[in-house]
């Protein structure tokens, strides 16, 4: 293919992703899918590697990009099949993040596969939101090894009952399976439809050049940063089970275009849920790797071949069975990227950002009873500064991509008025460029309910950048007293919960 060929070709690819994201959406029954846009979309390669992905949450993406390639070589493959999992040492993030695998045939030729994942607050866990202040991956919820949902075009009955059975009354998850099995049904069907268009030969060639073309171009931006060895080190605020100031370490070591990123010296795995699998640790270096390329690079396997990640098992970033991770992949992932960064500034100061917010602000709610609900959503902070200038205002940084749920959606559905969303007014660490501001949330519940606040920078601040001032520290209170940054409580009618999110650091002195 020439250059203009193989354009068209990388376009078609990524537009049955976005494809496969407008049914899900459309079709799906929770907030969480259809108005936070909790999920993602891909296409995988017959031996398992990405060929292209919309521009959902990295988190989600990065990490399906490095376990894919394991999970569809244990299978024998046939039309119609759809493989659901979400454990989270067998290939998923966590376990509210369930994916859903769908091969794709023509001509009775494997030539694909499409997969999304989307997060479900009811997975079957006691804890309202599927977010618990854990200890055990089994409390989390509802742990789905690979399997075969739909075998051969047929739902299997025994596997879908017991997910059924572990769902909470009124639970939208029953509806957000089916919507995520659409999703894939369009994408198999746009992907064989592209296939057609250009014949199997065709097709093959044109994945196999725009991986060497991405690997070509990743390298060429890769070869930009000095060799050496880069450092960095920061600390989680803690586990939620009363470890605290809990250690992340990486040694990055870049020769040529090749980057290896090591994490030994990170702290053990915890008592708490805030470990991670290795394909976590995987998705948040990929992010900011793919953030130093341009726009145009085709998001496939070849942008990540020059990368090699070290994390020795059972630390917090390569957490070994039946450790929690629940916080893991929204917490500490989003500390990762920071940590990646960190090092990288001492390379590329001039491209590296301050830091931002560094958490989710992770919040799950719910309870049972003649009218049951669950929710879950995250919360927007500030973007560090940088050399060219402010950060970004109470948006979603880094490894979630995300909305907010509008206040209207919210109100309607579940029992619950929002008193206050607004900007956190001199949360931004100062300098010549700003930190971004983080904003403020406060909810009144309408009835008792059950809460789980699943945070971090509560303790640590965000770091500014060549004296920058740090961003403001997160806050969480309860009717105006203050919450820790892990927590599970009990809340009443006309309670209060209010969370102040942190701003990101400032860039450079005034």
Not at 6 to 31: N, Q, T, W
Not at 80 to 101: A, E, I, M
Not at 121 to 146: C, F, H, N, Q, R
Not at 228 to 250: H, K, N, S, T, V
Request: include cysteine; proline fraction near 5%; glycine fraction near 12%.
């Amino acid at each position: 293919m020439n250059s203009v060929q193989l354009g068209i070709f990388s376009s078609k690819i990524s537009a049955v992703c976005d494809e496969m994201g407008a049914v899900l959406r459309h079709s799906a029954f929770s907030p969480n899918i259809r108005d936070r846009l909790d999920f993602s979309c891909a296409v995988f390669s017959p031996e398992g590697e990405l060929c292209a992905q919309a521009a959902h949450i990295p988190v989600h993406l990065g990490s399906m990009a490095y376990a894919m390639v394991d999970l569809v070589n244990h299978f024998d493959w046939a039309e119609g099949d759809t493989l659901v999992v979400n454990d989270p040492y067998l290939g998923g993030t966590h376990l509210p993040d369930v994916t859903l695998v769908t091969p794709v045939f023509f001509n009775k030729a494997l030539v694909g596969f499409v997969a999304n994942r989307a997060h479900h607050a009811d997975i079957g866990s006691e804890s309202p939101g599927s977010m618990p202040i854990s200890k055990t991956l089994e409390e989390e919820g509802i742990v789905i090894s690979p399997q075969f949902l739909v075998r051969n075009g047929k739902i299997q009955d025994e596997i879908w009952d017991e997910i059924e059975g572990r769902l909470g009354e009124g639970s939208d998850t029953r509806g957000d399976f089916l919507a995520q099995l659409g999703a894939n049904q369009k994408g198999a069907f746009r992907l064989s439809s592209v296939v057609s268009s250009l014949g199997l030969e065709q097709f093959f060639e044109g994945l196999k050049e725009l991986n060497q073309y991405a690997e070509d171009l990743a390298r060429s931006f890769y070869n930009e940063i000095p060799d050496g060895i880069y450092e960095a080190e920061d600390f989680m605020d803690d586990d939620g089970q009363g470890q605290e100031a809990i250690p992340i370490r990486l040694r990055m070591r870049v020769q040529g275009s090749g980057i290896e990123l090591d994490y030994t010296g990170t702290h053990k795995q915890v008592s708490g849920n805030i470990n991670c699998p290795i394909s976590v640790a995987a998705a948040a270096a990929y992010y900011v790797f793919r953030c130093l390329l341009p726009d145009y690079t085709p998001a496939c396997a070849g942008v990540f071949r020059p990368i090699q990640l070290t994390a020795p098992k059972g630390t917090l970033v390569n957490a070994e069975r039946p450790h929690a991770v629940a916080a893991g992949n929204v917490e500490t992932s989003s500390r990762l990227v920071d940590l990646v960064m960190a090092a990288l500034r001492s390379a590329l100061p001039d491209r590296m950002a301050a830091d931002s917010q560094g958490t989710m602000n992770n919040i799950a709610m719910g309870a049972p009873g003649p009218e049951p609900w669950s929710y879950y959503e995250t919360l927007g902070g500030g973007m560090g500064a940088h050399s060219k200038g402010s950060g970004l205002s109470a948006v979603q940084s880094h490894m979630t991509n995300t909305l907010n749920t509008p206040i209207e959606v919210l109100e309607t559905r579940f029992p619950l008025r929002i008193r206050t969303y607004a900007l956190r007014a001199n949360s931004g660490g100062k300098g010549k460029y700003q930190g971004g501001t983080g904003l403020i949330r406060e909810y009144e519940f309408l009835s008792p309910a059950k809460v789980t606040l699943l945070t971090e920078r509560r303790s640590f601040s965000p770091k500014g950048e060549l004296g920058g001032g740090n961003g403001a520290r997160g806050i969480n209170l309860l009717n105006g007293k203050k919450l820790p940054a892990k927590v599970q409580i009990d809340v009443q009618s006309g309670d209060r919960i209010t969370i102040e999110t942190p701003g990101g650091g400032g860039y450079g002195r005034k």
